[in-house]
């Protein structure tokens, strides 16, 4: 059980292009998402946190206009990277949290690794 | 700002083994500490997790140890086996928004 699938899981394209990363949970309902970003070699960075029905929650130091995220229904939020660079380039993850008011284990996907030319 | 730490990068048993991965946190209010295993092209996947209310918790061949005095967490893997090979990750948590903030991560290699 709680199975998260990332698409796509791999992403190649040219300098200027949007890129969107889909986040859904297979078997479970997420009324939160997060969404983390992963450099060689190092740990994950929260990005910003979705919430369905609502507007997103960004870390300092994030671009909303740059990342766009959008959870529309209980099972999917989406990534948008808006005219990407080369320094956007990074593996993009998202997870998920089963519903409820206690804290739980975040279930991750495989992630998205995106390379911009 | 606080943060999760791991006190060594890298760890190498041979096979069979025990494991003991180590991890720091300087958050006092975090409530709640995961255990993640990365493999190559992966994403992060669960291993255990632990409250602040216990100070040691079992799962299959891992046990969660908690420290809350010292602020000290730690993973120990019985009989490892290669499939361990992989980065590991503490994360610490707590509070309504269910964030959770990662260490640095460890990279166990197993030895056959």
């Known amino acids: 059980g709680a199975v998260v699938s990332q698409h796509p899981s791999w992403v190649i394209c040219k300098s200027g292009t949007s890129v969107k990363i889909e986040c859904r949970s297979l078997d479970f309902q997420a009324t939160t998402m997060f969404w983390y970003r992963q450099f060689p070699k190092q740990s994950l960075m929260l990005m910003a946190t979705?919430?369905?029905?609502?507007?997103?929650?960004?870390e300092q130091g994030v671009e909303k206009d740059k990342f766009l995220i959008n959870h529309a229904s209980l099972t999917l939020s989406t990534l948008t990277v808006t005219s990407a660079h080369p320094e956007d380039s990074s593996f993009y993850i998202c997870?998920?949290?089963?519903?409820?008011?206690?804290?739980?284990?975040?279930?991750f996907g495989d992630g998205t690794r995106l390379s911009i030319l | 700002g606080e943060s999760v730490g791991l006190h060594l990068p890298t760890l190498s048993v041979q096979e069979g083994d025990n494991s003991i991965i180590n991890c720091a946190y300087s958050n006092s209010a975090s409530d709640y500490f995961i255990w993640y295993k990365q493999e190559s092209g992966k994403g992060p996947q669960f291993i255990i997790d632990i409250r602040s209310n216990m100070d040691k918790r079992q799962g299959q061949r891992v046990t969660v140890l908690l420290n809350k005095t010292v602020k000290h967490l730690s993973l120990q893997i019985a009989a490892t086996q290669p499939g361990d090979s992989a980065v590991y990750f503490c994360a610490e948590g707590g509070g309504n928004d269910y964030k959770l903030s990662f260490g640095a991560g460890t990279t166990v290699t197993v030895r056959a």
């Open positions: 997870s998920a949290r089963i519903g409820g008011t206690d804290t739980g284990p975040q279930h």
């Open positions: 979705s919430n369905e029905g609502s507007k997103a929650t960004y």
